[in-house]
């Protein structure tokens, strides 16, 4: 008995050393999932000279054995066979996607509480970063990230979130972990201006604003104009004109670049990065430039059908970018020039902390689930900021007719790489690496120079259209 298990057990190993062939699925990460779309993507590789098939339909294998496929999914249960066959051998894989069918909301309006009638209530932001909304909601736009210790005074609550006063005809709200508990004040203190100065240095022009205390700010860029409103404060001698909310009109005659502000102690500091003198020959000679390598260390970023990692791609990017630029006279700074994991807020500081004027992330695009890599492909730059859109059409139109890329165009999206105004921030979606013809660009070390010298162009035509 025990003879024919070892038997047993030993022709199981064997069969299974020798018959089995590789099938490695790298998307879906699991073998069961819900996705609720129409359609599902699954990709990964197979053995050298192996039929592959799903649910028995024959399945293109691209180079290195990698297939990319679209199934359709019904409602409920979807069963998914991945058969790999190779010389008479043959192995599957089961996958199971589940489609829910859409259900009703049950989406609530919250109702808004508000302050006591003949008080106020005070309180201050108890973080760094401490975001202050448009509407009480998580999704909604980002008006201004705070530092800790800002004075606010509240009208009441809805939800989580609280809604700030005296600010006009603008809706400001604040989620209720950013801020101290709220107290009923009778009587309201309001932050006061005593000062105002100018000075100038190297990189930029500042303006600093003398308060008793920190309060909340907005700077909103329109054409070659900037308004900045410090909210609820009066002045020193009480001037009732400008009371409650201090707006400063700042006009330019030359296009904006990064501006910024910030608080040192009670005192809040604008300030704008100067337009300097212009070399025709040698346009970025001296430009300070900021070249992000998307992603890094654990955090891979998007994996290929290989497993080739989205973080490897854009650091090889990055590095020919920078030695594009030094070539070209700029002054580089980078994120990571290996593969090691680096903060979102970390990567943001260090471009703010070297003054540079641009910030260029590189990144490879994806997909969300329920999507088509055969459709969804080609080139995109994303800019939040007015004062990067310029730069993502220069970018972007030269992407696409240098590479011969698909036209994605330019988005406004807010990503943590391209949503401050300082520098001038755009973040390169350089190409899909889902799909199967992008993915061997993606990965080819001529695609990638090629990628890196159209960004220097782009760079060097954007200086010039400064002037
Ligand atoms: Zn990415």
Not at 193 to 207: A, E, R
Not at 291 to 301: N, R, S, T, Y
Not at 329 to 337: E, K
Request: aromatic fraction near 10%.
């Amino acid at each position: 008995m025990l003879r024919n298990i070892i038997f047993y057990y030993l022709l199981f190993i064997q069969f299974f050393s020798i018959a089995q062939a590789k099938i490695d699925i790298v998307y879906p990460a699991q073998k069961s999932v819900t996705i609720n779309a129409p359609s599902a993507f699954i990709f990964g590789n197979t053995d050298e000279n192996s039929q592959f098939y799903i649910n028995s339909n024959p399945v293109k294998l691209w180079n290195n054995n990698f297939f990319v496929y679209v199934v359709p999914l019904n409602y409920g249960k979807n069963i998914i066979n991945l058969t790999s066959k190779k010389s008479g051998k043959e192995e599957t894989v089961i996958y199971t996607i589940n489609r829910n069918r859409p259900s009703k909301g049950t989406w609530q309006q919250q109702s808004f509480t508000p302050k006591p009638a003949d008080s106020v209530l005070y309180s201050k932001t108890i973080k760094e970063n401490a975001t202050v909304r448009e509407k009480p909601a998580t999704a909604s736009n980002r008006v201004v990230d705070l530092p800790e210790n800002v004075i606010l005074y509240l009208d009441g609550k809805q939800g989580d979130y609280y809604k700030i006063s005296e600010t006009g005809n603008s809706e400001f709200w604040i989620h209720k972990t950013n801020i101290s508990s709220p107290v009923n004040v009778q009587k309201e203190i309001k932050p006061k201006l005593k000062n105002i100065k100018q000075y100038s240095d190297n990189d930029y022009d500042y303006t600093k604003f003398y308060l008793s205390h920190p309060v909340l700010y907005t700077i909103k860029q329109s054409g070659k104009s900037i308004k900045l409103t410090l909210y609820g404060i009066e002045t020193e001698n009480n001037d009732k004109t400008i009371s409650p909310n201090y707006e400063f009109t700042f006009n330019y005659n030359t296009p904006i670049l990064g501006f910024d502000g910030y608080y040192q102690d009670n005192n809040f500091i604008f300030r704008r990065a100067k337009v300097k003198e212009i070399n025709n020959k040698c346009p970025l000679k001296d430009i300070k430039i900021f070249v992000d390598a998307g992603h890094g260390g654990i955090e891979k970023g998007a994996v290929g059908p290989t497993r080739v990692n989205e973080k490897d791609i854009n650091l090889k990017i990055s590095k020919n970018l920078t030695e594009e630029l030094q070539n070209a006279g700029a002054q580089v700074y980078t994120s990571r020039l290996e593969d090691k994991k680096v903060t979102l807020s970390d990567r943001v500081k260090s471009a703010k902390d070297k003054n540079t004027l641009i910030s260029i992330s590189i990144h490879c695009n994806s997909l969300p689930a329920g999507k088509d890599p055969y459709i969804s492909h080609g080139t995109e730059v994303h800019y939040y900021n007015e004062n990067a859109k310029t730069l993502a059409e220069i970018i972007q139109k030269n992407l696409v007719k240098d590479l011969n890329l698909k036209d994605n165009g330019i988005h406004k999206s807010s990503f943590a790489l391209n949503r401050s105004t300082n520098p001038v921030s755009v973040l390169v979606e350089t190409a899909y690496i889902i799909n199967p013809e992008e993915y061997i660009l993606l990965q080819n070390d001529n695609f990638q120079k090629n990628i890196a010298k159209s960004i220097k162009k782009s760079l060097e035509q954007y200086i010039l259209s400064i002037k």
